[in-house]
């Protein structure tokens, strides 16, 4: 089924829920302003047409041009272990993907062509995403798109990065979830009160999760339907945004009194 035109505005793909949290105007705002509280699952804020016309959009242009990642647990987590229980799990993956701030991937151009950039550049993702932070974020942040099929999963990881000044405190990621009706489930786990006690099945088409990092997660291995293995695919966009107020969080830390 050919892909209409798609909107260059965020905000164009949105509910009239997710409208309301855009103008500030809905319970969620704010979803992720409690320090405690590091995921959110926000079903219905994308208009159901405008999500399956994206997913349609991005199976017509982006299949065959997306890299595949795939890093497997290396045989040294294991054989390299010199104490009982020792071990440390290295992050690995199964699933296709392409950073689309890189002109170079071949993702980009078609990306570009079908106005998918321009959507996920748009003033308005970001205003999205700072009504759910409760607080300012940097005009410049990344994107990326994924793409899981049948047993592709993400193992266990915290998205952590200590080496970044503005990312070192935290940061924030909005995964918008395009899962076509082949796909039975796929359930993102994640940790609350230092155990990977909370699942939740990211398997909807036009979902909205947001992520407060960092903290340990995972995805499971996607599940097909029974006999309906060759269409299922769950495709993911992402934004990965810095808190504008970065620096001052980091001090605040530094010097606030115990």
Same mark, same amino acid.
């Given at each position: ?9 965020? @905000?164009?793909? =949105? ?6 949290? =855009? ?5 969620? #705002? ?20 405008? @999500? !399956? ?18 890093? *497997? ?19 690995? +993956? ?12 071949? +993702? ?10 321009? /959507? ?26 994924? #793409? $899981? ?12 990065? *200590?080496?970044? @000044? ?9 995964? =918008?979830? /395009? ?23 990211? @398997? ?13 997660? $995972?995805?499971?291995?996607? !599940? ?18 810095? $808190? ?15």
């Amino acid at each position: 089924m050919p892909a209409a035109k798609l909107p260059r505005d965020f @905000a164009e793909l =949105l509910s009239p829920a997710g409208r309301r949290v =855009l103008a500030g105007r809905h319970a969620l #705002c704010g979803a992720l302003a409690n320090p405690r509280t590091r995921f959110v699952s926000l079903p219905g804020l994308i208009d159901k047409a405008q @999500a !399956q016309n994206l997913r349609y959009a991005l199976e017509r242009v982006l299949t065959g041009r997306l890299q595949r990642i795939n890093q *497997p647990i290396p045989p040294e987590a294991t054989w390299n272990m010199t104490d009982n229980y020792g071990e440390a799990l290295p992050k690995t +993956a199964l699933v296709w993907t392409a950073y689309l701030e890189n002109k170079r991937e071949a +993702a980009w151009r078609a990306a570009e062509d079908i106005g998918l950039l321009a /959507l996920l550049r748009s003033d308005s993702f970001r205003a999205f995403a700072q009504q759910l932070a409760s607080r300012p974020l940097k005009k410049k942040w990344g994107q990326q798109v994924l #793409c $899981y099929g049948p047993g592709d999963y993400s193992g266990p990881h915290n998205d952590h990065h *200590p080496e970044d @000044a503005e990312a070192r405190a935290g940061y924030l990621d909005i995964h =918008l979830s /395009l899962a076509s009706a082949a796909v039975q489930s796929h359930f993102l786990v994640y940790a609350r009160a230092g155990h990977l006690t909370e699942m939740v099945n990211v @398997a909807r088409d036009g979902l909205i999760s947001a992520y407060r990092l960092p903290f340990w997660h $995972y995805t499971t291995p996607l !599940q097909a339907k029974p006999g309906s293995e060759s269409g299922a695919r769950r495709w993911v966009l992402l934004g990965t945004f810095l $808190y504008a107020d970065a620096t001052a969080v980091v001090r605040k830390h530094r010097t606030a009194p115990r």
